[in-house]
């Protein structure tokens, strides 16, 4: 039997897993497919071959002679799949020879195509297998279990010398559960590869820290004639609650170690919501800073709309077990200080502060990232795949094309004003300090943190590296802004609630939020390309520019390499933004209207994460902040 013959037979039978479920298998038709396999690793002449109660298949195939004392290797797969879509009753499609074209699921009419689904190019004349729609294939990973079957048949019947072979089909893999009942001290295996999706040819060699991040909130519903100073909007909170998670780190932005947050889920009405986030780094100290910003987020809501207004339920997932290990010394990390090179300066062509009374949305709107509006209606799926999809394709085409028609309302009706201040100002670092020289040459120090992670490449980080050493002898520059899209938004959603819009004014909030950050991207054109004018050749695409294709970052604070939000003080003194622009800074540091951000531009900088810090930095930063430590903690939580 070859791989493709056993794939289609393993497809045939659900093994759905169920992510509210908290027994391993988290299903009982799981076992089914593992009682199968274990009759045909018997049938192949595997030892030891049993089925567990947690429903785990292991086996194992001896050496040949001579070589049993070489390390056993392991081979893992697992046999359930995603709960997301339909398992039952898969009726694959087989595509021999692919002609290049369009694939045209027939169940549905859904059609795969090259010009949206880029790495079909690859696959010209291969044999293509899909589902017919309506339903999962279960590629994923029944693939993985049809080509370890196959070439264990294969190895056998060879007769080719190998040393020891330890082999496992494990449960609820798709759900972050079924790997906690793993026996790997019985599997014996000295190294082990999961065979799973990917590119032929694909190896890879790390694992990352994930947990699942389940958010409630919990609203208070009166009827909308009634509810000046009452109501709170469940799902508005929750919107408020994704919008504090840094933009920039989700898959389509991120790539090789990057971490993110993965919005999964999201449900909701005005008394109630909810939004399920899958978060990943592979970076221990990373990982546990995604999580404490996952925390400090629901703590400032709390405080803000009420103790129980956030409820947030982790769930580990994955662990590297290599890295569950504690911080290094604040004292060992400062030594790695590596301080920029003065050589790689870049001048600018103007500096000094600049503000934008009212930039025009027509300018701002190629840059707007669509693909974070539908997980906030808890719709998944990229942009323009999201279109297609069977389920839901068209109610993501209506959402669109009405937030079109708002957009322009907003444009044509001078609904919102994009405003803000942004300027470029010459700076150094002092340790981790940044030292920078505003008008009339008055000082602002800006004080930064660094990871203390341990440490492999880009590590023992500091935003205080990335400017040059004030005892190199010549000056750098950094930049500043704060910006937002949400001047008018409050009068605009309090009219739509006045008349029972509910939905346009969650809409309209939306739409502020996706042109706030569409702002901060443009803006940051003009500053590389402009003020700075490093930044030269071909205008780069919205697509790259998304993407941060580009050099340079911008840092806003809250993010993980900035956690400290009480530096939008210093920022905001900077820019006079409290004088040039219609924005505010309350005394909890919180900005408004809340559609806005508040950051540095970097000319040569990268993302990292601070993460958790010992008592000695603590008290260090303290020092530099002059603050006492009790408030510290109070301003950066996540990070002790």
């Known amino acids: ?248 780190e989700t898959p389509r932005h991120t790539e090789g170690y990057e971490g993110f947050f993965h919005l999964e889920e999201m449900e909701g009405d005005v008394a109630h919501a909810r939004l399920v986030y899958i978060v990943r780094d592979h970076d221990a100290g990373r990982f546990e800073a995604r999580r404490d910003q996952l925390r400090h987020i629901a703590k400032v809501m709390n405080e803000r709309w009420g103790e129980g207004a956030v409820t947030l339920t982790l769930r580990d997932q994955y662990r590297r077990r290599e890295e569950i290990r504690t911080i290094l010394p604040f004292g060992q990390v400062r030594k790695l200080r590596v301080p920029k090179p003065a050589s790689e300066i870049a001048v600018p062509a103007h500096t000094g502060r600049l503000v934008f009374p009212d930039i025009s949305i027509a300018d701002v709107e190629p840059l707007i990232d669509w693909n974070f509006f539908f997980p906030a209606w808890g719709l998944k ?86 400017i040059a050493d004030e005892k190199a002898g010549r000056t750098d520059y950094i930049g500043a802004f704060a910006l937002t899209g949400g001047i008018g938004l409050k009068e605009l959603t309090e009219k739509f609630r006045a008349e029972g819009d509910d939905y346009n004014a969650i809409l309209s909030k939306l739409l502020a939020d996706r042109l706030t950050e569409a702002l901060c991207e443009w803006v940051h054109i003009f500053i590389r390309r402009q003020m700075w004018g490093y930044e030269t050749g071909p205008a780069l695409t919205p697509e790259q520019i998304i993407r941060s294709k580009y050099r340079g970052r911008r840092m806003a604070f809250g993010y993980p390499a900035c956690p400290d939000h009480s530096l939008k003080r210093e920022v905001f003194d900077l820019l006079a933004a409290d004088k040039t622009t219609a924005m505010r800074l309350n005394d909890n540091y919180m900005i408004t209207p809340e559609e806005a951000l508040c950051g540095l531009f970097f000319a040569d900088a990268e993302y990292f994460s601070v993460g958790r810090i010992d008592r000695e930095q603590l008290a260090d930063y303290a020092a530099r902040r002059n603050m006492d430590i009790e408030t510290i903690e109070k301003l950066i939580p996540n990070n002790i």
Do not use: W
Not at 191 to 203: C, M, P
Not at 391 to 400: I, P, S
């Open 1 to 248: 039997m070859n791989a493709t013959e056993r794939f289609l037979r393993y497809a045939a039978i659900p093994t759905r897993s169920d992510p509210d479920s908290t027994a391993t298998p988290s299903t009982d038709c799981q076992f089914a497919l593992a009682r199968l396999l274990a009759d045909e690793l018997t049938a192949l002449g595997l030892t030891n071959v049993r089925v567990t109660d947690n429903c785990f298949v292991y086996a194992a195939l001896p050496a040949t002679p001579g070589l049993e004392g070489q390390p056993c290797l392991g081979l893992i797969a697992h046999m359930d799949t995603a709960p997301d879509y339909p398992g039952e009753g898969v009726k694959p499609q087989l595509h021999p020879n692919y002609d290049g074209g369009d694939i045209v699921l027939s169940a549905t009419g859904a059609v795969l195509s090259p010009a949206r689904f880029p790495s079909l190019n690859g696959l010209k004349g291969k044999t293509l297998i899909t589902t017919d729609g309506s339903t999962l294939l279960g590629a994923d990973d029944k693939a993985g279990v049809a080509e370890i079957m196959t070439a264990l048949e294969r190895v056998i019947a060879s007769g080719r010398p190998h040393g020891p072979v330890a082999v496992a089909f494990t449960p609820d893999e798709e759900t972050g559960l079924g790997i906690a009942g793993f026996d790997v001290e019985g599997f014996g295996a000295a190294y082990a590869y999961t065979v799973d999706g990917g590119e032929a040819g694909e190896l890879s060699y790390e694992n990352f820290n994930a947990c699942e991040a389940t958010l409630d909130f919990r609203g208070v519903n009166v009827h909308p004639g009634s509810a000046k100073d009452t109501m709170v909007n469940a799902s508005l909170l929750a919107m408020e609650y994704n919008a504090m998670l840094p933009s920039a």
């Open 381 to 466: 799926g990229r942009v323009p795949e999201i279109f297609e999809n069977p389920e839901h394709g068209a109610e993501a085409r209506k959402l669109y094309d009405d937030a079109q028609k708002m957009l322009a309302r907003i444009r044509e009706e001078k609904l919102l004003t994009l405003q803000g201040v942004a300027g470029i100002f010459e700076a150094v670092s002092r340790g981790d300090d940044i030292v920078v020289t505003g008008p009339k040459d008055k000082k602002y120090i800006l004080p930064m943190l660094r990871s203390q992670a341990p440490v492999r490449e880009a590590q023992a980080r500091c935003l205080a590296d990335f």
